[in-house]
């Protein structure tokens, strides 16, 4: 921890969110360079969500990314990393995002079935990518358009 008040790093509360949550979420590794203190904090609530009870890790983020793939949301997909860091295998991830498709077709107002299509093949596209060490992306990068603000 760095000298100031006990406070972490930037550096020190990015490896705390990986080894906490088993990822560090695209907006904190922007945050945690401005304030490193509301990661820790987020990390924290966090595993208290997500750590082991009735249900496991693992479950709990394979419902997750199952979330994300019926709401057509790459921000929820993204749990497949901390679900391949828990322990789930590539069928277990293919199931989770199969039923994340089919309740795409019950979301009231919802995508429908064959966009969640795209989103669960996304999932195992990240996955495999992740598994192999190679660059993956859930997401464009952000744009700030100029001219606002």
């Known amino acids: 921890m760095s000298e100031e008040k006990g406070r ?3 550096e020190e509360v990015n490896k705390y969110m990986k ?3 088993g990822f560090i979420p695209r907006m904190f590794g922007v945050i945690n360079q401005v304030n490193p203190e509301s990661g ?3 990390a924290d609530f966090y595993n208290s969500i997500w750590a082991d009870g009735a249900l496991s890790r693992k479950v709990k983020e394979l419902i997750f990314t199952a979330i994300g793939v ?12 901390p679900a391949i860091e828990a322990g789930a295998t590539d069928q277990e991830i293919f199931e989770a995002a199969a039923v ?5 077709g019950f979301v009231p107002g919802g995508p429908g079935i064959p966009y969640a299509f795209e989103y669960a093949a996304k999932v195992m596209d990240i996955a495999d ?4 060490g190679e660059p993956w992306e859930y997401l464009p990068p952000p744009r700030f358009d100029k001219g606002i603000g």
């Open 70 to 81: 019926s709401y057509l949301s790459p921000r929820c997909i993204i749990h497949v990393v």
């Open 129 to 132: 990518h992740y598994r192999k």
């Open 40 to 42: 820790r904090t987020f």
């Open 8 to 10: 972490m790093t930037a």
């Open 19 to 21: 080894e906490t949550m």
């Open 100 to 104: 994340g498709m089919i309740g795409a």
